[in-house]
């Protein structure tokens, strides 16, 4: 790792990470986003503005326009890899192995970043860069708030308040059935979520 520091006092760190994907670079494909026309949905009469500004998702749509740079992805990904709690624990372990002294101490007195929770760490042009669920928020310029759920069973609640809503309380409901807003808003989600 090596550091660099510019006219002031502020110093920048550089790290060499290895490839983790093992797979030529030119093999990977990058999937642009590309930005809903809510204009053109709305003059198809399928007005989505107030269900989006309710989800306060806006500035996730306005981010879509953005640029995209492909190369700079794909160096992210080849060198992208999860850092967690067991990761975490690892490298504690790591550092107490090399240094017995250190059992029983906080990361920082072990020399390690904190951890806040789960990130990707990857390396771009030798800059360290991060994902976590705060980055992704603060790109879409949305509030790091709301729900996810794991493993909904059949019998969860929210579950039929969604048949309710999207279905008109009948799960054999087919996409042709239910309302256009319901289908235009499914093909979002699924274009540009999932």
Same mark, same amino acid.
């Given at each position: 790792?090596?550091?660099?520091?510019?006219?002031?006092?502020?110093?920048?760190?550089?790290?060499?990470?290895?490839?983790?994907?093992?797979?030529?670079?030119?093999?990977?494909?990058?999937? !642009?986003?590309? *930005?809903?026309?809510?204009?053109?949905?709305?003059?198809?009469?399928?007005?989505?503005? =107030?269900?989006?500004?309710? $989800?306060?998702?806006?500035?996730?749509?306005?981010?879509?326009?953005?640029?995209?740079?492909?190369?700079?992805?794909?160096?992210?990904?080849?060198?992208?890899?999860?850092?967690? !709690?067991?990761?975490?624990? =690892?490298?504690?372990?790591?550092?107490?192995?090399?240094? *017995?002294?250190?059992?029983?101490?906080?990361?920082?007195?072990?020399?390690?970043? *904190?951890?806040?929770? +789960?990130? &990707?760490?990857? =390396?771009?042009?030798? &800059? *360290?860069?991060?994902?976590?669920?705060?980055? &992704?928020?603060?790109?879409?310029?949305?509030?790091?708030?709301?729900?996810? $759920?794991?493993?909904?069973?059949?019998?969860?609640?929210?579950?039929?308040?969604?048949?309710?809503?999207? +279905?008109?309380?009948?799960?054999?409901?087919?996409?042709?059935?239910?309302? &256009?807003?319901?289908?235009?808003?499914?093909?979002?989600?699924?274009?540009?979520?999932?």
């Amino acid at each position: 790792m090596a550091t660099s520091t510019s006219g002031s006092s502020s110093q920048s760190r550089y790290s060499l990470k290895p490839v983790t994907v093992p797979l030529p670079i030119d093999s990977l494909v990058v999937q !642009v986003e590309s *930005p809903v026309d809510f204009s053109s949905l709305k003059r198809n009469k399928v007005d989505m503005n =107030a269900l989006i500004s309710a $989800q306060k998702m806006a500035g996730y749509f306005q981010m879509l326009n953005g640029p995209t740079y492909v190369n700079m992805v794909k160096e992210f990904w080849i060198r992208a890899e999860v850092f967690d !709690v067991d990761s975490a624990k =690892a490298q504690e372990r790591e550092a107490v192995s090399r240094n *017995p002294s250190l059992r029983g101490k906080t990361r920082k007195e072990m020399g390690l970043e *904190p951890f806040h929770g +789960l990130e &990707i760490r990857s =390396a771009v042009i030798g &800059i *360290p860069v991060s994902i976590t669920e705060g980055v &992704i928020a603060q790109a879409c310029m949305m509030p790091l708030e709301g729900r996810f $759920q794991w493993n909904v069973t059949s019998k969860d609640a929210m579950l039929d308040s969604f048949v309710n809503l999207l +279905l008109r309380g009948n799960p054999a409901t087919k996409l042709a059935e239910m309302d &256009i807003e319901h289908r235009v808003l499914l093909k979002i989600m699924n274009e540009r979520f999932f």
